[in-house]
């Protein structure tokens, strides 16, 4: 028997859906985690000067005497040639394995090679060589995406690769996750010779450094955070860095920020204070504590500066700008927090303040009042990646604002802070995933 023309008009759009089922498929892009093991000698072996090349990973930046460094993560450190902001130059790039933080005093730069401190003499930069290796000073260590460890018993270091996968999949219709993992918003787990300037450098002075850093100079030590503790490097002589004490912090450290005789130390927990009068042995004055999130601090005068955020290795679910008062450091007083998207790193050049909101952005601020900092913003630049900034305008007549993000670097001049001018972009050369 024929099936009735009605029936048939019932049936056609239940066939149209099943129909679906064997045909939809989405092409997503995620991470992918695969465990990985070097030793010391091809750590120590790998370190060398090479052309320039793109950026890829781009992680912190630093900058002295109009030459900027920005870390390529686990990679090494890209050299650039930023005396003239509107059009910098990538002149070469300094490979060291296991790289993530830098410090400049005189022409000595200082490196962290995953477990090793490694000190290059850069006062021709034709001519870049190491001067100096400290090995095993470090025994663990976090970067963005993971954490890494050394065995010193074996001479090895255990860590982890990162990939981004694309992959084209079957949905049957519906949102099926990525395998072995989180898909929206979350996180991926698995089983596991160059031509340079040869001008040479008149340096006299540190150098400066974003609110993300763990490296951090002051009078004649180089402090350096990992995730529990303070490693002090005496380095009166700065070619020759000596070992000096390690102070015990709790867990969870990630950023330092020295300020005049003091050290703000930010941590997922909180934010600690230390003096430092005695550069060699920094004396917790206080700690302010908050919800477990990532947190760099910054500091003008007796008001502290602390954005937290959620995040993977944060685990927590917070996003704010913490105002603190700090006029008595023993006992340091929020002042307002105030709600963000999802803040990274920032900088202050009183009043500006800006603030990296990660995937949302730059924004800047006018700070001179505390108690309305959100009623004083002054522009919100979206459209990239925005991870940290140095703000030049305290360390230099120049008003250029130093940006790193994931999709690349931006410096813009904000002698009008409510509209920021882009001087020029180093993009990076592929997407930014990560």
């Known amino acids: 028997m024929k099936p009735k023309p009605l029936l048939f008009l019932l049936i056609l759009p239940w066939l149209a859906i099943t129909s679906c089922t064997d045909n939809c498929r989405e092409t997503r892009t995620y991470r992918r985690y695969t465990p990985v093991s070097?030793?010391?000698?091809?750590?120590r072996q790998g370190v060398g000067v090479e052309a320039a090349r793109a950026l890829v990973k781009p992680g912190k930046i630093y900058t002295k005497d109009g030459y900027l460094f920005i870390n390529e993560l686990k990679e090494g450190i890209h050299l650039i040639d930023n005396r003239n902001p509107s059009a910098p130059k990538t002149v070469a790039f300094l490979r060291v394995p296991g790289n993530g933080d830098i410090a400049i005093r005189d022409n000595i730069l200082y490196a962290d090679s995953y477990m090793d401190l490694v000190t290059f003499d850069i006062s021709d930069l034709?001519?870049?060589?190491?001067?100096?290796?400290?090995?095993?000073?470090?025994?663990?260590?976090?970067?963005?995406?993971?954490?890494?460890?050394?065995n010193s018993q074996n001479d090895m270091v255990y860590d982890q690769k990162v990939d981004y996968v694309t992959e084209t999949i079957s949905t049957n219709c519906e949102e099926a996750p990525a395998p072995n993992g989180f898909w929206r918003g979350g996180f991926m787990m698995f089983a596991q010779t160059a031509n340079f300037d040869a001008t040479k450098a008149t340096n006299t002075t540190n150098g400066v450094a974003g609110s993300m850093a763990r490296f951090a100079l002051y009078d004649n030590y180089l402090y350096a955070v990992s995730n529990s503790d303070m490693q002090l490097f005496n380095i009166q002589n700065p070619a020759e860095p000596k070992l000096g004490n390690k102070i015990q912090m709790g867990w969870g450290i990630e950023t330092i920020f020295p300020y005049k005789d003091k050290l703000f130390?930010?941590?997922?927990?909180?934010?600690?204070?230390?003096?430092?009068?005695?550069?060699?042995?920094?004396?917790?004055?206080?700690?302010?504590?908050?919800?477990?999130?990532?947190?760099?601090?910054?500091?003008?005068?007796?008001?502290?500066?602390?954005?937290?955020?959620?995040?993977?290795?944060?685990?927590?679910?917070?996003n704010q700008l913490d105002v603190v008062d700090i006029s008595n450091l023993s006992s340091p007083?929020?002042?307002?927090?105030?709600?963000?998207?999802?803040?990274?790193?920032?900088?202050?050049?009183?009043?500006?303040?800006?603030?990296?909101?990660?995937?949302?952005?730059?924004?800047?601020?006018?700070a001179s009042d505390p108690l309305a900092i959100d009623r004083n913003q002054l522009q919100h630049l979206e459209g990239m990646n925005a991870y940290d900034v140095i703000p030049?305008?305290?360390?230099?007549?120049?008003?250029?604002?130093l940006m790193i993000g994931k999709d690349g670097f931006y410096q813009y001049d904000y002698s009008n802070p409510r509209q920021l001018r882009l001087l020029s972009r180093i993009p990076v050369s592929a997407p930014s995933y990560y």
């Open 392 to 401: 030049m305008g305290g360390v230099s007549t120049s008003k250029s604002l």
């Open 265 to 318: 130390i930010g941590s997922q927990s909180g934010m600690y204070i230390y003096d430092n009068a005695n550069p060699e042995k920094p004396v917790q004055l206080s700690v302010f504590q908050h919800a477990r999130v990532c947190d760099p601090v910054v500091v003008n005068d007796n008001i502290a500066y602390v954005t937290l955020r959620s995040g993977t290795t944060c685990q927590g679910f917070t």
């Open 38 to 43: 070097f030793t010391g000698s091809q750590i």
């Open 126 to 150: 034709a001519a870049i060589r190491p001067v100096k290796r400290l090995a095993n000073v470090f025994p663990s260590g976090m970067f963005e995406g993971g954490y890494w460890s050394y």
């Open 333 to 366: 007083r929020l002042i307002k927090s105030y709600p963000m998207r999802n803040p990274h790193g920032l900088g202050i050049d009183y009043p500006n303040l800006f603030i990296c909101e990660g995937a949302y952005g730059l924004k800047s601020f006018n």
